[in-house]
Structures are given as C-alpha cells and as structure tokens.
C-alpha cells in the first residue's frame, strides 16, 4: 500500500528530493492538464505565495515515487480563500487557530481510479483527517469545483458551503468549511478497509499529538475477559 508521509519544516530536509518533482507534477496536471493558464511559470514548477514554511504537505509515496499529494495552509496566515477568492466567503474570513485550508490535492493520471489496494484520492482524505485531529483541528476550509461535493459526502465528509457558486473559467467553484472529527476518519478508515492509521510522521517523533480512537483493534481484544 502507498504510504502517506507528513512533511512541513521541522522534517522537510528528509523530503527535500520530491520537491522539484512535486512542483512539476502540480505544473502538469493544473497547467498542462486543467489549463489553468494563470499559474502558468517558465521553470516548468507551480509554486504560489502559500507555499511557505508554514504550509504542511501530504506526500502520497508508493516505492519511492511521488503518486499524490495535498497542501495545508493555517487559516491565521494568509490563504487562497483569504487573498485570492474572498468573495466565495460571505461569512468573511476564517482565521482560526483550530482550521486548516486544504488546496492542491492531486493524484498521478496513472494512478487515480481503483487499484489493488484502496483509491489513492480516499487514502489521501482518510490521511487528512487523521492529521487534523492528530493535531486538534476541527475543520478544513476549501476552494473547490463543485463536483467535488458528491465525492466528499460518498466518503462521509460533511462539507459546509460557506456562499454560493461563482463560474470561474467555466467551472462552477464555491468555498466549503468541512468537519474535521473522529466520527468522519473512522467512517473513512471503515468503508476503505483500513486496519492502521494511514500517516507515518518521519522526522517529527517530538511533535505533540492527541492519541487516534482505538478502531483498530480485532474484536477479541476489545473484549478480552479480565483474569
């Protein structure tokens, strides 16, 4: 199975070789594939204002190669949904210690779809979960197309539209609040089959974390009589 690593800057000196590849990959698949033609850079690498030291990155690893990533940002610093589409927001800004903006989730063409083992795309919001209530989230803010919303609540993420729909590039894009709970990640590890916690947090053993609900102990051992 992939591995999920979290990477953000006490640690990222350890990932510093999938950094080139992962910019070009965002180049390929929002430039390239999407056309999103305004984050078009000669060096062939997308990379933004919110790629900072502060943000947190998934790496969706599988022997190695980089298959699938996600970019979270700290709502208290500045954001997409903050600087760049305000106006998707008719509540105004979130900036909350507590909520995270997710952005730049992607998946390798050859590697989106079913496989072996569970979706890519469901590792990586099942990932994202456990990450935020490892650290005491409860929400994740989002700018997304609208036909992410079908998928978000076919894998028990409750998404909270935060305005209505604007038409962007012929897209129909709108600004979310989704619940960040244990509820949501042990529904997500259930319907994906997982049997252990889906993050491997190399590097960032020091790093204070909330320990996961205990859903993956066998039924016998939850039970197990006193002697």
């Given at each position: 199975m992939p591995e999920i690593h979290v990477v953000r800057k006490d640690n990222?000196?350890?990932?510093?070789?999938?950094?080139?590849?992962?910019?070009?990959?965002?180049?390929?698949?929002?430039?390239?594939?999407?056309?999103w033609m305004a984050l078009d850079r000669p060096d062939g690498r997308e990379i933004d204002q919110f790629d900072t030291e502060d943000a947190v990155y998934l790496f969706c690893l599988d022997n190695g190669q980089l298959i699938g990533a996600m970019r979270a940002v700290p709502t208290v610093l500045p954001t997409l949904m903050s600087e760049i589409f305000p106006y998707l927001?008719?509540?105004?800004?979130?900036?909350?210690?507590?909520?995270?903006?997710?952005?730049?989730?992607?998946?390798?063409?050859?590697?989106?779809?079913?496989h072996a083992g569970p979706r890519v795309e469901t590792l990586?919001?099942?990932?994202?979960?456990?990450?935020?209530?490892?650290?005491?989230?409860?929400?994740?803010?989002?700018?997304?197309?609208?036909?992410?919303?079908?998928?978000?609540?076919?894998?028990?993420?409750?998404?909270?539209?935060?305005?209505?729909?604007?038409?962007?590039?012929?897209?129909s894009v709108l600004a979310v609040l989704v619940d960040c709970d244990d509820v949501t990640w042990t529904s997500q590890c259930n319907q994906s089959g997982l049997t252990r916690p889906t993050l491997t947090w190399q590097g960032l053993e020091r790093v204070r974390r909330r320990a996961l609900p205990d859903i993956f102990l066998p039924p016998a051992a939850a039970f197990q009589p006193a002697r």
């Open positions: 990222r000196h350890l990932y510093e070789s999938y950094f080139d590849p992962y910019f070009r990959l965002r180049h390929d698949i929002y430039v390239k594939q999407r056309k927001n008719i509540r105004g800004p979130i900036c909350r210690p507590d909520v995270y903006e997710l952005s730049r989730v992607f998946v390798i063409p050859e590697r989106r779809g079913e990586l919001l099942t990932a994202i979960m456990e990450f935020g209530i490892s650290i005491g989230l409860t929400g994740f803010s989002i700018v997304l197309e609208s036909w992410w919303l079908p998928r978000f609540e076919r894998c028990g993420w409750k998404a909270h539209p935060l305005g209505l729909p604007h038409m962007m590039d012929g897209m």
